[in-house]
């Protein structure tokens, strides 16, 4: 067994997480003694290095040498020890393979320091060096000779007809019965360890040879060189009484399939009395577990000693189990762990995560199979389904001037008054927030849908909701489709019955509109792509183009980064058509936050290869400064970016400052302690003011491309770049002017002081990779001073 998986084992980490005892564990690396772990008050006295010299200086040479010996034969240890005028007893005893050793303080030590193998000269000496034991087929003593019935205490008259198992100590059983079984298919001998065990409580351990002789077996035994009494004893029933005690069944294996150790719960598994299973192969008392993924993973075992897992019901009960199997170099140990209450609650959790919780309604994901379930039955010859797509008429204003408690009850009470309308037969489910979608199966045509849709309009609208001592009035607009009519799959006939409920929205509310296909074809197109939209973003299909900003000498100092949308079809998607949907839905969010992330990235990876970093910039919705949490977001994508807060600037709209000014004023604070530059961006198109400026903790302000066109022709433009240049310089603000598509452009504004341009006279928005590789190629070969050379894509 792996290192590894030892110092996971339960008991061994118990041992070792002691604060107040003495334990170690040990193990042979490349044929020398090495200390692996030790408890914390032991390394406290004897060091924190893992080597053979902590052990030697502390017991000894020959010390340890007994150790590494008894190690290599798998077989504990025990001595008692003078440890700086303190004697002390130590104890090994053998897991998975490595030693476990105890050291505790003792007043005096035993007549005996170490257990040495007994003179055959000296009949006296109750532990032989050699036994001989003959049984007949089923296990039972024929004959015993003179010496292991002297260490077993009694005469040899008396032990005739005696089952073998009980001078086997008890763990061994399964060895012992084994070697039986073992002989029956050989026509020489086999050889096998197992160990005895006397009356007073002392055991030895025999290498034996077995032979047999028709009906009867011989067995015949030497002591191992060392042999294990008190420590190996109290180790082995401490861990047995370990496993006595757990509520999981648990048997160890070998992998040929013979039990060699069981729990009673692993006995009450399998029926049978622990001792009959004993020795047994698991697969003759047990077939049905051949049945199971046991059989097939302890195959697998063999090979790779990997642990598995997997749930078994008990056939005979009911009753679920966890299984789960840790190979060893010999034995496989196998629990069975009782699931059925988890078992019991699954079929809650899958209730919960099915049904709204609010009004326990089907939600979207049973709505979703129920639909599918349905649509398979267009093999029903004329087999129509109606689809109700039902929103609140002023929900939102129940929300927000009486509470989300009363929003909540209001919302219950529509979920009884829809279900009182519809058949048994139909079903009602709650999509999200006031959305609802009632199912009609099995209906004639669509005129028995939008009756049914009528039904729902006057249920909700006709009688007040009394939500404590308020009485609300609420109306609900209704969408209809129908299938297979307007559509043969879920998503589209949902799709078809929300652009028809939208159409009732338009139509002035609290009516019913049936899905036709004449319908308005930008409904249509605009759920088209509010869907694309989610998809683009749970898909990556985000992209982001840069354009370059220059400074006078027509060096890039900064990009602006641009979002496009790749749709399904491949072609790029402008953002004036998906920005303002965006927006509108909310999704700016989740976009605001992927095209950080993703500017920074790619940033970041740039910078690494510039000698003079340069900046970005990125445009900030006012619904991404109003959600409040765009400093918290950016604060952690700088952190995963590794990249200077500095170089990322925030562009703003002043209209979105001016009118959520003390709404977003603190979230803006700390962007500003973060270190993130900000910037208003078309300045002087909205409410420009100084107080604005003053108020703001922003550091740029880029000039209205409506203000660079006609420059330097036009002198009303001219005034104002000049005044807003002027201004700029005397608050300590920079100025980057847009739009800049000139040659006349970019030189009257160089010459008036503007220190940063941009526009698709200097350099279009560019794809990552070629805005790289112009920056890259730029700072190589950089133009000559004030003179900007346009990009050429």
Not at 258 to 268: F, L, Q, R
Not at 546 to 556: H, L, S, W
Request: hydrophobic share 40%; net charge negative.
């Amino acid at each position: 067994m792996s290192l590894n998986r030892t110092l996971s084992d339960p008991i061994v980490a118990e041992l070792l997480e002691s604060k107040n005892q003495r334990y170690a564990l040990i193990g042979l690396v490349g044929g020398r003694l090495s200390l692996l772990a030790a408890s914390k008050k032991f390394r406290q006295e004897i060091g924190f290095a893992n080597t053979e010299q902590l052990l030697i200086r502390r017991y000894g040479k020959d010390v340890c040498d007994e150790l590494a010996i008894a190690l290599r034969h798998h077989q504990g240890w025990l001595v008692d020890l003078c440890i700086n005028g303190q004697w002390h007893q130590l104890k090994m005893w053998i897991q998975n393979g490595f030693g476990v050793l105890y050291e505790y303080g003792i007043q005096a030590p035993p007549e005996a320091a170490v257990l040495e193998v007994p003179d055959p000269d000296n009949p006296e000496d109750p532990l032989p060096r050699s036994v001989l034991l003959q049984v007949d087929t089923n296990g039972r003593i024929i004959k015993v000779s003179r010496s292991l019935a002297r260490f077993l205490g009694q005469e040899q008259e008396d032990l005739a007809g005696v089952d073998a198992i009980n001078i086997v100590f008890r763990t061994d059983i399964g060895q012992f019965k084994r070697l039986l079984n073992q002989i029956r298919f050989h026509t020489d001998t086999v050889e096998g360890s197992f160990r005895l065990r006397n009356t007073q409580n002392r055991i030895v351990y025999f290498d034996w040879t077995v032979a047999s002789n028709g009906n009867e077996l011989l067995l015949i035994g030497k002591a191992s060189k060392l042999h294990i009494e008190e420590a190996l004893i109290k180790s082995e029933e401490r861990i047995n009484s370990i496993l006595e005690s757990m509520d999981d069944a648990f048997f160890a294996i070998d992998f040929n399939g013979y039990i060699s150790y069981i729990n009673e719960k692993g006995a009450e598994l399998l029926g049978k009395n622990s001792t009959l299973l004993l020795g047994r192969q698991l697969w003759d008392r047990a077939p049905h577990l051949k049945k199971t993924p046991l059989f097939k993973h302890l195959n697998e075992s063999k090979g790779n000693g990997e642990h598995a897992s997997f749930q078994w019901q008990d056939p005979q009960d009911e009753t679920w189990y966890q299984v789960k199997t840790y190979p060893s170099q010999d034995l496989v140990s196998v629990f069975f762990t009782d699931i059925n209450s988890i078992k019991q609650n699954e079929s809650k959790m899958h209730h919960q995560a099915t049904h709204d919780s609010l009004t326990g309604l089907p939600n979207r994901l049973a709505l979703s199979q129920t639909l599918a379930e349905l649509m398979a039955e267009d093999q029903v010859l004329d087999f129509r389904m109606g689809l109700l797509f039902i929103d609140l008429d002023g929900f939102k204003t129940v929300n927000d001037t009486l509470g989300h408690d009363c929003g909540d009850d209001l919302l219950v009470a529509v979920a009884k008054r829809l279900t009182s309308v519809v058949r048994k037969s139909d079903i009602v489910a709650r999509l999200s927030g006031d959305e609802f979608v009632i199912t009609l199966p099995f209906i004639a045509d669509r005129d028995i849908a939008f009756n049914v849709g009528k039904k729902v309009v006057d249920a909700i609208s006709q009688q007040p909701f009394i939500l404590g001592e308020n009485r609300v009035y609420v109306g609900a607009s209704v969408g209809v489709s129908l299938f297979p009519d307007d559509s043969k799959d879920v998503e589209s006939l949902l799709k078809h019955a929300d652009i028809a409920m939208y159409q009732a929205k338009q139509s002035g509310k609290n009516t019913v509109r049936t899905f036709r296909q004449d319908m308005s074809d930008h409904l249509q197109i605009k759920v088209k792509l509010e869907n694309d939209l989610h998809d683009a973003l749970n898909e990556d299909r985000i992209e982001l183009h840069y354009q370059p900003r220059f400074n006078a000498k027509g060096r890039v100092m900064a990009v602006e980064a641009l979002a496009r949308m790749r749709g399904r079809d491949g072609n790029l998607v402008p953002p004036v058509k998906f920005i303002p949907l965006a927006e509108e839905t909310g999704l700016i969010v989740p976009l605001g936050e992927q095209v950080l992330r993703k500017a920074c990235e790619w940033l970041a990876a740039l910078n690494a290869q510039l000698e003079e970093p340069i900046a970005v910039s990125v445009n900030v919705s006012g619904i991404q400064l109003m959600s409040g949490r765009l400093s918290d977001t950016i604060r952690s994508i700088l952190k995963e970016t590794r990249i200077a807060a500095h170089l990322l600037e925030l562009e703003l709209t002043e209209t979105v400052l001016m009118q959520h000014e003390e709404s977003i004023h603190e979230d803006l604070n700390r962007l500003h302690t973060l270190g993130v530059e900000l910037s208003i961006d078309d300045f002087g198109t909205g409410y420009s003011s100084l107080s604005l400026l003053q108020k703001m903790p922003v550091q740029t302000i880029k000039l209205d491309r409506s203000f660079v066109a006609d420059l330097p022709d036009n002198q009303d433009n001219v005034i104002i770049s000049r005044t807003v240049l002027a201004m700029a310089n005397a608050m300590g603000l920079g100025v980057v002017a847009e739009g800049v598509e000139t040659d006349a452009q970019r030189d009257f504004l160089i010459d008036e002081g503007i220190l940063q341009l941009q526009g698709f006279g200097l350099a279009r928005p560019m794809p990552a990779e070629d805005a790289a590789k112009f920056i890259l190629s730029q700072q190589i070969n950089h133009p000559i001073a004030h003179k900007i050379v346009p990009a050429t894509l």
